[in-house]
């Protein structure tokens, strides 16, 4: 039996999925749907139904795995959808899809491509490649480049004695669009004892698994691998590649940020020292809470700092539209889940809304700005630090 | 008619958005949580208002295409199987809360919401929507009045039909009527109780009022393992011949504990044969000692009856998880298998030991797996098989093992459904439990509400015109 066949037998219909996926909430659909989508998969792969008709609900999904979390029979959805997304990819000639994807995981050449676009009229992708890409209007704002940010040196008398050594993950959009980021990722690592040594990385290839080209991706992962220092863990701040770097035999250095800086400490050295007077909400990414399980670690590091009033945010973990590049690829959908991410923190009456992935970062931030700028959208880590430096 | 003339002529009632059709929509809806038979739809259609679905419906009749309502699609005897085709009405663009009456302890809510949404939105006002089959995250509460769910609380609060004060039914012709309301009692005849339960064969609801139950405010929960069936089954007797009726009182066997690890890790002890999972609780000032005292009660009949283990929940964490054995059971076998059917069957408690030695003699006999997980306080039994569903071998073989099954519990004084309806899955079994005249009874009930056959054809009643010919067609070897 192939290994498709055999994964989407394990789903007996039972629907539980369903008020989960955040396209079944908005469509209603039993094809938009996790059920529907193994189904169709698992037919395409019987043959009962071509390839192609499986195509279209399975260009919808987010990628965003809170089935999973939902499936009492613990069937591997993510799994399930990177082999037939690479199933249906594997066609020879023009992708427009895998030219964005080779962009976006080289930091140079984003770089000098959103560098290039500032002359570029409006705010939006450009409407050509939107179309090429979707079929649709664009509906997200081209990324800006980052203006430098500072930090204030450390107060040798705050850290801690050094306890060992650290890699950082850098993220091909991280690098790229909150290069401060990975700064505060190692500035939280030093303040729990571990120094950041750096070592030479390409992108991790997590787009492109979630995209239907799991060879290069699996090759990519590998090279990474085999770059990072012997012994070291390896901290990752973007959830997507955190997820994808875990799914890996060699996952067992793999740690995403919060749950690494919570287990070294960093909720004491917060209570201790940190101070933030705000109104904070939460905004689990995919790829943390469905995908690696991690809820409680963020929470309980920002619930450390005094001053902050943590607010629940309702639907916490359905997946705000970003999902990696869905919101380039399917614009109109990922439009709706915005609109409903944005009702829910707005009525949490807080100022900051967090969250640990650079996608919903972007994401939700162009949500704020649309709408007057009431709420800052910062990366956990932000919050962290500027709880510590001020 | 061809099928895109049907999804056009569709799309001119409604938003062509919201009509679906094509091979992959086709396939998608071809069955609900029943999967032994499956029949494709011509097209699906997602109305937003009672009056597209009367639009809808209407349609229908005028070019006489067969019609069948489907909620969230987790029903288990195939009531939402578009068993000759046509059209499939979804309410899952039904989802809103219309009023709530927080004073007179109701809501009126549309079809298509799920169960737990309706408890979600008065949760802070110490109110929930009681009835809770264990798909309520999900289900409808359409799909429940259609079905009359019941769940583990049924055993004090009561099914479905208990708890549905009034509805809003689009005709099999098409009419919007009005039955009940937010007042219970109306006088003359009680077609609320008839509509609940009559598994989309009268209409298709679109709203209904539904009575809202005060949260119990003390909540005791043990999960109990015994070294055999008799045993839990016997305390099942003693806690009921004791006079204590506790919220919920579930028995799962060997087979789902074997599920539970493999999906969960959850561990039991290697000796337990059988789970107890038992819930008090109570509303009220002094509720918490009473509850306290009904548990310990509960505790020392486990005991005189061999009990290798009892849990009590000592906070609302512990509870859920010992909830998670029952509420997730079903699910993990999907890890064991790809398919399951889980029979319904209700038998008098006292027959509950011969009943569940008869089930694995029968699984045995015809060569399946069974697990058993289903609620022994009222002796509704849930046999589950599991097997894999492109075979016919292993269908043909659960689909007799459970018609013996069914075949026994009436032998035994029982009934062949507690919950899960007729659907396609029992319609055959009917004449078993039932005389000729008793089934003509309940065919001259649906004229009431019709005279054709296209409202969710071949459901429930036995021998429906053009349906006896299509079975064949609905059964494992057409997939």
């Known amino acids: 039996?192939?290994?498709?066949?055999?994964?989407?037998?394990?789903?007996?219909?039972?629907?539980?999925?369903?008020?989960?996926?955040?396209?079944?909430?908005?469509?209603?659909?039993?094809?938009?749907?996790?059920?529907?989508?193994?189904?169709?998969?698992?037919?395409?792969?019987?043959?009962?139904?071509?390839?192609?008709?499986?195509?279209?609900?399975?260009?919808?999904?987010?990628?965003?795995?809170?089935?999973?979390?939902?499936?009492?029979?613990?069937?591997?959805?993510?799994?399930?959808l990177e082999l037939a997304r690479d199933r249906l990819e594997r066609r020879p000639g023009f992708s427009p899809k895998r030219i964005l994807l080779n962009v976006l995981a080289r930091p140079s050449k984003l770089r000098r491509q959103l560098a290039f676009s500032k002359f570029l009229p409006g705010r939006r992708v450009p409407w050509i490649v939107s179309k090429l890409l979707s079929g649709q209007p664009p509906e997200a704002d081209r990324p800006e480049l980052p203006s430098e940010i500072r930090f204030p040196p450390f107060e040798e008398s705050d850290l801690p004695p050094l306890k060992g050594e650290a890699a950082v993950l850098e993220g091909c959009a991280m690098r790229v669009l909150y290069p401060h980021v990975n700064e505060i990722t190692r500035r939280l690592l030093r303040r729990v004892g571990y120094l950041a040594r750096e070592f030479e990385q390409e992108c991790c290839g997590a787009l492109h698994a979630h995209n239907g080209n799991l060879e290069s991706a699996k090759a990519m992962r590998e090279t990474l691998f085999s770059a990072l220092p012997q012994g070291l863990p390896l901290i990752v701040n973007s959830a997507g590649c955190g997820s994808w770097l875990k799914e890996s035999a060699r996952h067992g250095r793999v740690y995403d940020a919060s749950e690494f800086l919570l287990e070294h400490g960093l909720a004491e050295h917060l209570s201790q020292k940190g101070h933030l007077e705000s109104v904070v909400t939460y905004h689990d990414a995919c790829h943390l809470a469905h995908g690696q399980g991690i809820r409680m670690e963020p929470r309980a590091l920002l619930k450390a700092i005094p001053g902050i009033q943590m607010v629940e945010l309702n639907e916490a973990d359905t997946c705000c539209g970003s999902g990696g590049i869905y919101n380039i690829l399917q614009p109109r959908m990922a439009r709706r889940l915005l609109e409903r991410k944005w009702v829910n923190i707005e009525r949490t009456g807080a100022t900051i809304a967090a969250t640990g992935n650079p996608g919903c970062h972007a994401w939700i931030a162009q949500a704020a700005k649309e709408h007057g700028e009431t709420v800052e959208v910062l990366h956990t880590l932000e919050v962290l630090e500027r709880a510590l430096s001020g | 008619m061809t099928d895109e003339a049907m999804v056009r002529e569709l799309g001119r009632l409604l938003d062509p958005e919201r009509v679906l059709g094509g091979a992959a929509a086709q396939r998608a809806y071809d069955c609900d949580a029943y999967t032994v038979d499956r029949s494709k739809p011509?097209?699906?259609?997602?109305?937003?208002?009672?009056?597209?679905?009367?639009?809808?419906?209407?349609?229908?009749?005028?070019?006489?295409?067969?019609?069948?309502?489907?909620?969230?699609?987790?029903?288990?005897?195939?009531?939402?199987?578009?068993?000759?085709?046509?059209?499939?009405?979804?309410?899952?663009?039904?989802?809103?809360?219309?009023?709530?009456?927080?004073?007179?302890?109701?809501?009126?809510?549309q079809a298509g919401i799920a169960n737990k949404r309706l408890s979600d939105a008065v949760r802070e006002q110490g109110l929930h929507f009681a009835p809770?089959?264990?798909?309520?995250?999900?289900?409808?509460?359409?799909?429940?009045?259609?079905?009359?769910?019941?769940?583990?609380?049924?055993?004090?609060?009561?099914?479905?039909?208990q708890h549905i004060l009034g509805l809003t039914l689009v005709d099999p012709q098409g009419e919007i009527l009005q039955f009940g309301g937010k007042i219970p009692g109306a006088p003359g005849f009680d077609f609320v109780s008839l509509i609940v339960g009559s598994e989309g064969t009268l209409g298709l609801v679109t709203e209904a009022w539904v009575r809202l139950t005060p949260?119990?405010?003390?909540?005791?929960?043990?999960?109990?393992?015994?070294?055999?069936?008799?045993?839990?089954?016997?305390?099942?007797?003693?806690?009921?011949?004791?006079?204590?009726?506790?919220?919920?009182?579930?028995?799962?066997?060997?087979?789902?504990?074997?599920?539970?690890?493999?999906?969960?890790?959850?561990?039991?002890?290697?000796?337990?044969?059988?789970?107890?999972?038992?819930?008090?609780?109570?509303?009220?000032?002094?509720?918490?000692?009473?509850?306290?005292?009904?548990?310990?009660?509960?505790?020392?009949?486990?005991?005189?009856?061999?009990?290798?283990?009892?849990?009590?929940?000592?906070?609302?964490?512990?509870?859920?998880?010992?909830?998670?054995?029952?509420?997730k059971g079903v699910g993990a076998m999907g890890r064991l298998a790809p398919s399951i059917v889980t029979h319904d069957g209700v038998i008098p408690r006292s027959k509950l030991p011969e009943m569940l030695d008869f089930v694995y003699e029968v699984a045995a006999k015809h060569n399946v797996k069974v697990a058993n997980l289903f609620h022994a306080g009222d002796g509704n039994l849930h046999p589950c098989f599991y097997f894999d569903d492109r075979d016919p071998n292993q269908v043909e073989a659960v689909v007799t093992a459970g018609e013996e099954i069914v075949r026994k519990c009436i032998e035994l004084g029982g009934s062949i459904s507690g919950e899960h309806g007729i659907g396609v899955e029992k319609a055959d079994l009917m004449p078993f439990m039932f005389t000729p005249d008793d089934l003509r009874l309940q065919a001259m009930a649906k004229e009431i509400f019709s005279d054709g056959s296209l409202c969710n054809p071949c459901k429930v009643l036995p021998n429906q015109k053009s349906c006896v010919e299509h079975k064949r067609r609905w059964r494992g070897v057409a997939w």
Request: hydrophobic share 40%; with cysteine; proline share 4%.
């Open chain 2, 132 to 161: 809770d089959p264990s798909s309520q995250t999900v289900s409808t509460i359409g799909g429940n009045i259609a079905e009359n769910a019941g769940g583990p609380h049924t055993l004090k609060y009561g099914v479905t039909a």
């Open chain 2, 215 to 327: 949260l119990p405010n003390a909540v005791e929960t043990a999960l109990v393992s015994f070294p055999t069936v008799r045993d839990a089954t016997q305390t099942v007797a003693d806690i009921i011949a004791a006079g204590v009726i506790p919220a919920a009182l579930e028995l799962m066997d060997r087979g789902i504990m074997v599920a539970l690890e493999a999906a969960f890790g959850l561990k039991y002890p290697d000796s337990a044969v059988a789970l107890l999972l038992i819930e008090c609780d109570g509303v009220g000032e002094r509720a918490c000692d009473r509850v306290r005292m009904e548990i310990n009660q509960v505790g020392e009949i486990c005991k005189a009856n061999c009990a290798i283990d009892i849990t009590i929940a000592q906070d609302e964490a512990e509870r859920q998880k010992l909830w998670l054995a029952r509420k």
């Open chain 2, 42 to 109: 011509t097209a699906i259609v997602l109305p937003e208002s009672t009056d597209e679905v009367a639009a809808i419906i209407r349609w229908c009749n005028e070019n006489r295409i067969p019609f069948t309502g489907r909620g969230a699609g987790t029903g288990l005897s195939g009531g939402a199987l578009p068993a000759l085709g046509g059209v499939v009405i979804s309410t899952k663009k039904l989802t809103k809360i219309l009023e709530i009456d927080i004073e007179n302890r109701c809501l009126k809510a």
């Open chain 1, 1 to 80: 039996m192939s290994q498709l066949a055999n994964l989407t037998s394990q789903c007996i219909r039972c629907g539980f999925c369903l008020e989960a996926c955040p396209t079944f909430l908005e469509t209603g659909e039993e094809t938009e749907s996790p059920r529907g989508r193994i189904y169709l998969v698992r037919s395409a792969e019987e043959g009962t139904i071509a390839w192609e008709d499986a195509r279209m609900p399975l260009d919808l999904c987010l990628g965003c795995r809170a089935c999973e979390t939902a499936c009492p029979s613990a069937v591997t959805y993510g799994e399930i």
